[in-house]
């Protein structure tokens, strides 16, 4: 049981050299209205890499358009070298949802949701085996949720259930990690986890992309950082993102405005 | 009488086990149905459903087809209609059940009043417990048996469809098929209940095992068990009253869960209303005691 849980009933992809996750020309609308426009990029295996953008800049639609959920008009997403749909049943991504879109009053343990993660290597009864457990366990410690393992994953607080999908991710053995504003609602010592978590994710060869709101903790969690106001309005180091001139543009803010405050 | 004549006296009739027999099977294969029924938020998909198969099960009749097949093909196309009208008008998903259900009900209520039958197709929509036949019984028992064994076969992918599609899609499965798989079930359910409970009453099956078991646990796997148990014994419990009572007996086993529901709703340890004043005045009590 020892080596990487993350190897286990895994093929290896099939390119190491193509990147973790490349995004190219993806445009999705929603009705009448446009969500992405024209948006690209590529990240590199063992990056993390925020994607700052106010409500309503695509953020999540981008996240959707990558597992799969959303269709995009045009444009098309590559994992680890695959199509989406490979890279899915090859259990690759790895996603953390947002707080609303779980329903909190399901009556499951945190163990339970962690397994979940493992369901991709089960045969079609999804009856764990002792590998399953294992992963799960190690998971689990990894997040430092194992006391908490019986506790109804509602019963958390709001950082312990994100640290609890987060360790789902981590049993399942994600390369690709996506994460929907993991910070919203959360503690300071659960925030602090669980970015620690993500740079040992990325220094072990792991890629995440992750939404936040705070952008004083950015330098510290990712390696790059992207601007989406529906179209990628820059993809450079964490420092570059939080020059004030582009945070405005991505915020759509008046910079005249807020010198004079 | 000594109770145990009371209790013997009833299966001393063919009928009578035949009733029994029918009733905890439909008990059973609802109790652990609604369990996801009831977490999802499908009790209109459920009242929906039963309530369609009504055409289904009249024109059954008139060709002279098992009554399954009729009800199943309906089942499906009210899952199939009103899954497209849903998604093809800006009608919303509530507004769309509930054109589609009264619709073919209404339908099972004209072909009713038009069809000339010797049977009495009013049983239908009461349910016709006393005159299940050997035939009947042994078509329960089969679609009854299908369903669990798939219900509880598949039952970690179904919790997974019900608590996070995204999550089901992200590792590969089809959260689709997942949702067309209970659908499906849903029907078959429909219409293993349907001789117990009739098409009306069918729906109660559906929900109320399931939230009685949700206020008394707070794990999905013990609610499977939970929840099938109180079904067959309020269905048991209901077909005695019936008996001795000479009352509807599908309506008298609605009643029996209707009842116990209100008894966990009230008394509950942790959900109850009553229940959780009492558990936390106990808790209260305790701490000034153990310091």
């Known amino acids: 049981m020892s080596g990487p849980v993350a190897s286990v009933g895994r093929k290896a992809p099939d390119d ?13 609308h929603y009705g009448d209205v446009l969500a992405l426009d024209d948006v690209s990029l590529a990240l590199r295996r063992g990056t993390v890499c925020g994607l700052i953008g106010m409500n309503g800049s ?29 890279a899915r049943r090859a259990g690759i991504v790895g996603y953390v949802p947002q707080s609303e879109e779980v329903d909190w009053s399901f009556p499951l343990s945190v163990y339970d949701v962690v397994m979940m993660g493992r369901y991709g290597f089960q045969n079609f009864l999804r009856h764990p085996r002792p590998s399953d457990r294992a992963a799960v366990a190690e998971a689990l410690d990894r997040v430092e949720l194992t006391g908490l393992a019986d506790r109804r994953i509602g019963a958390l607080s709001g950082g312990q259930r994100k640290r609890a999908f987060v360790a789902r991710g981590l049993a399942q053995g994600a390369d690709v990690l996506l994460l929907d504003e993991p910070f919203a609602g959360v503690d300071k010592r659960s925030e602090a986890t669980i970015s620690d978590l993500l740079r040992e994710l990325a220094s072990s060869g792991g890629t995440v992309l992750v939404s936040s709101h705070d952008l004083e ?25 939080l020059r004030p001139e582009q945070l405005a543009r991505a915020f759509g803010l008046d910079l005249t405005g807020r010198t004079e405050e | 009488m000594p109770i145990i004549d009371l209790l013997l006296e009833p299966l001393g009739y063919d009928f009578m086990q035949r009733a029994f027999l029918v009733t905890v099977t439909a008990a059973i294969v609802c109790g652990v149905l609604s369990c996801w029924l009831v977490l999802i938020g499908w009790s209109l998909m459920g009242d929906a459903v039963s ?85 009947d019984l042994v078509q329960v028992l089969v679609l009854g048996a299908v369903t669990l064994a798939i219900l509880l076969l598949k039952r970690r992918d179904l919790t997974l469809y019900a608590f996070d599609p995204t999550h ?26 349907l001789q117990a409970v009739g098409v009306v009453l069918v729906v109660a099956m559906l929900i109320i095992p399931g939230a009685t078991a949700y206020l008394l646990t707070d794990r999905f796997a013990r609610m499977l068990v939970i929840s099938p148990i109180i079904a067959a014994a309020c269905s048991i419990a209901g077909i005695y009253l019936s008996y001795y009572l000479d009352a509807s ?24 209303v009553i229940g959780r004043r009492v558990t936390a005045a106990a808790r209260r009590r305790q701490v000034p005691a153990s310091v």
């Open chain 1, 16 to 28: 190491r050299s193509a990147p973790a996750l490349e995004v190219r020309g993806l445009t999705v």
């Open chain 1, 58 to 86: 695509g953020k999540s639609t981008l996240f959707k358009a990558i597992m799969g959920t959303v269709k995009p008009d045009r444009g098309s997403v590559s994992i680890a070298g695959r199509a989406p749909k490979q």
């Open chain 1, 217 to 241: 903790a950015l330098p510290r969690l990712a390696d790059e950082a992207i601007l989406l106001l529906r179209r990628v309005l820059l993809h450079g180091t964490p420092e570059e993102a």
């Open chain 2, 51 to 135: 309530h369609a198969v009504l055409p289904g099960v009249v024109l059954a009749y008139m060709l002279g087809t098992p009554f399954a097949v009729g009800a199943l093909v309906f089942g499906v196309a009210a899952v199939a209609l009103i899954g497209i009208v849903r998604s093809t008008s800006r009608v919303k998903e509530d507004a769309a059940i509930g054109v589609v259900f009264t619709t073919l009900f209404a339908l099972g209520i004209v072909l009713i009043s038009v069809v000339p039958s010797q049977t009495d197709l009013g049983h239908i929509l009461f349910g016709n417990l006393l005159g299940v036949s050997a035939s």
């Open chain 2, 168 to 193: 089901a899609h992200a590792i590969g499965l089809n959260p689709k098929v997942l949702g067309g798989l209970l659908l499906g079930l849903l029907a078959l359910t429909v219409v293993v209940a």
């Open chain 2, 249 to 272: 007996s599908g309506g008298m086993v609605v009643l029996t869960m209707g009842a116990v529901f209100t008894l966990v709703y009230l008394f509950a340890p942790q959900q109850g």
